[in-house]
T-cell receptor, first 114, second 115 residues
Framework: ETGVTQSPTHLIKTRGQQVTLRCSSQSGHNTVSWYQQALGQGPQFIFQYYREEENGRGNFPPRFSGLQFPNYSSELNVNALELDDSALYLC?????????????FGPGTRLTVT | SQELEQSPQSLIVQEGKNLTINCTSSKTLYGLYWYKQKYGEGLIFLMMLQKGGEEKSHEKITAKLDEKKQQSSLHITASQPSHAGIYLCGADRGNSGGSNYKLTFGKGTLLTVNP
């Protein structure tokens, strides 16, 4: 196990609703990245937070937003849910801006939008 | 088209057999990562390759990087049921105009090992 935890494990929402997913980073890590993995696909980068500020963003619409807290845990918020948002959402934590080589992934949150 | 193409998409082997999974990039590779994922779970880091010709091994898994071909291979020797899962390659695009903060992944290869 990596020490990165995510909650909840599973979630079912209705189209149009809003959802918040949570990630606790590994001890000593101050960077959190979020990825979306649709069924049968590889993870797609959503965004990264470093010391409470967004440090990069992938090709996702503004209804995907995030936060990082002083303890370096993070939230991913998705507004106006669409059916295509159904996916496994993974967070990865790392120390500083050392790049991806030190990223450790959590177990993921499975979101189903009906 | 995908930046990273993995082949095959799926693979079924008999326990004890050797197998190879390939990952080809359409762009320059600064770092190539291999992960294993059990269905619906998080990613487990296997290996990172950075230099052309680099080869790394861990237990029965060996990965190689051919920088000129922009390609990496993952080889499993004497496969076991515990090797079953989805193998993902990820590319670090490096500092070409931005910080190397994200991984770009292939679609994965689903490996089944029959006892």
């Amino acid at each position: 196990e990596t020490g990165v935890t995510q909650s909840p494990t599973h979630l079912i929402k209705t189209r149009g609703q809003q959802v918040t997913l949570r990630c606790s980073s590994q001890s000593g890590h101050n960077t959190v990245s979020w990825y979306q993995q649709a069924l049968g696909q590889g993870p797609q980068f959503i965004f990264q937070y470093y010391r409470e500020e967004e440090n990069g963003r992938g090709n996702f619409p503004p209804r995907f937003s995030g936060l990082q807290f002083p303890n370096y845990s993070s939230e991913l918020n998705v507004n106006a849910l669409e059916l295509d948002d159904s996916a496994l959402y993974l967070c990865a934590s790392s120390r500083g801006l050392a790049g991806v080589r030190e990223q450790y992934f959590g177990p993921g949150t499975r979101l189903t939008v009906t | 088209s995908q930046e990273l193409e993995q082949s095959p998409q799926s693979l079924i082997v008999q326990e004890g057999k050797n197998l190879t999974i390939n990952c080809t990039s359409s762009k320059t590779l600064y770092g190539l990562y291999w992960y294993k994922q059990k269905y619906g779970e998080g990613l487990i880091f296997l290996m990172m390759l950075q230099k052309g010709g680099e080869e790394k091994s861990h237990e029965k898994i060996t990965a190689k990087l051919d920088e000129k071909k922009q390609q990496s291979s993952l080889h499993i020797t004497a496969s076991q049921p515990s090797h079953a899962g989805i193998y993902l390659c990820g590319a670090d695009r490096g500092n070409s105009g931005g910080s190397n903060y994200k991984l770009t992944f292939g679609k994965g290869t689903l490996l089944t090992v029959n006892p």
